[in-house]
Nanobody
């Protein structure tokens, strides 16, 4: 199995940028499709972005399209979430997740499709 540790969260002003990292250990991250989810206070956890095992396919929630991107470095065993033009409504705990999938090009949108989760990192965007 794989262990996931997120980092890079913090406090940023609206319009600013942050890059989150998700470092994997135990198994190489190339075995997994990866995703980022977030949970704002008082709300359900929601899908943000996903990337296929090869990195050739990505998809994102409408709320972050054009602002957030996901990428992966299978050599460094790390997945990244680049967040630009941040808004106060992006404030949440951000979670990295891994899907133990056979397929190289699929992305996944549902929590139940992911087998492993990190502990989360807090992102706070001030207005």
């Amino acid at each position: 199995q794989v262990q996931l540790v997120e980092s890079g969260g913090g406090l940023v002003q609206a319009g600013g940028s942050l890059r989150l990292s998700c470092a994997a250990s135990g198994r190489t991250v190339s075995n997994y499709a990866m995703g980022w989810f977030r949970q704002a206070p008082g709300k359900e956890r929601e899908f943000v972005l996903a990337i296929s095992r090869t990195g050739g396919r990505t998809d994102s929630a409408d709320s972050v399209k054009g602002r957030f991107t996901i990428s992966r470095d299978n050599v460094k065993n790390t997945v990244y979430l680049q967040m630009n033009s941040l808004k106060p409504e992006d404030t949440a705990i951000y979670y990295c997740a891994a899907s133990d999938t056979y397929y190289y090009t699929r992305v996944y949108y549902l929590e139940r499709d992911y087998n492993y989760w990190g502990q989360g990192t807090q992102v706070t965007v001030s207005s």
